[in-house]
């Protein structure tokens, strides 16, 4: 009896085995014309993802400056796309619901990640568009609030600038996205004003005009129609005057330029027989109903014979 009973037991797990394999084999015979259609639609998204990449590189390396932001948009269009194919080829096959719960998932971890890595994502993404944009680039002179140098590369997260003493400063890109920044190399020409002083007793326009056409005489001094000197106001004890004329930058050397202008400038106002006063003081004790000097030196001595 206990044998006919195993006996019936395995032959209905057989028959259960058999009809579960034979339905997965009639669902796979099925489905086989869609896993084929899916797998070419994967396939034509991959072919289509490589064709769209190599045709917008040569667009992208001759409008980004940087190859590595080129690089990345292009991975992020591939990505893009072959996963376009890839929600296509779930949803032909008839799985909608997975499509759904990985979009729902993907928009879930790309919040949590966001969220845990907020300070990286923000240097990325601004370096990203300091790539697009296009502020400065390697070789570039910027000064920002924080740092004035020479820029050696920028990646995704920093901008490594060389400051003119050697050092290397290592930049978030989000302090250069979001600050004022001024780029000295953008136009290939810089103005260099030089403050001097001249007495009160001398002639601001003849002044003026020995420091204009002395200036105009050194080597590197560019737009001389533009070189100029103007009375800026009035010091403790000078006359202030502004003397003004460009050069090109980087190309020329900015302290040079301005050693020579100093120097240029000494020797006009020499030539000229102008003075560069030293500060004075004026000692007035008359002024308003006081007493003049030699009045109070009088009295005082009065008072100490007294």
Not at 24 to 41: G, K, R, S, Y
Not at 149 to 157: E, Q
Not at 277 to 296: M, N, W
Request: glycine share 8%; hydrophobic share 45%.
């Amino acid at each position: 009896m206990d044998n006919a009973l195993n006996d019936a037991t395995l032959q209905r797990i057989e028959e259960l085995i058999d009809e579960k394999l034979y339905g997965w084999f009639e669902t796979t015979l099925t489905h086989i014309p869609n896993f084929i259609v899916a797998l070419v639609i994967l396939v034509v998204f991959f072919i289509t993802a490589k064709i769209v990449a190599m045709v917008l590189r040569k667009v992208f390396y001759k409008g980004m400056e940087s190859h590595q932001v080129a690089d990345l948009m292009l991975t992020i269009m591939r990505i893009i796309i072959i996963g376009l194919g890839c929600f296509i080829a779930l949803d032909f096959l008839g799985l909608k619901g997975t499509v759904t719960s990985l979009l729902a998932g993907a928009g879930i971890v790309g919040l949590a990640l966001g969220f845990a890595f907020q300070d990286i994502t923000e240097n990325f993404i601004a370096g990203v568009a300091m790539g697009i944009r296009k502020p400065f680039r390697p070789g570039d002179i910027i000064q920002t609030s924080e740092v004035f140098g020479t820029v050696k590369y920028l990646n995704f997260r920093n901008t490594i600038i060389e400051t003119f003493s050697g050092q290397l400063e290592i930049v978030p890109n989000k302090h250069l996205f979001r600050n004022v920044l001024t780029n000295y190399s953008y136009s290939g020409e810089r103005r260099i004003d030089v403050p001097v002083g001249i007495s009160y007793s001398d002639d601001i326009d003849a002044a003026s005009k020995a420091i204009t056409n002395k200036l105009n005489t050194l080597n590197g001094v560019i737009r001389q129609d533009e070189t100029s000197c103007y009375a800026a106001g009035f010091g403790d004890s000078s006359i202030d005057l502004v003397a003004r004329f460009w050069i090109h930058y980087p190309d020329g050397d900015y302290l040079r330029k301005m050693h020579e202008a100093v120097a240029a400038i000494h020797s006009a106002l020499n030539e000229e027989g102008i003075s560069i006063p030293f500060p004075i003081r004026t000692l007035d004790f008359a002024v308003k109903g006081g007493q003049a000097l030699d009045e109070s030196v009088i009295q005082f001595k009065k008072k100490s014979q007294a």
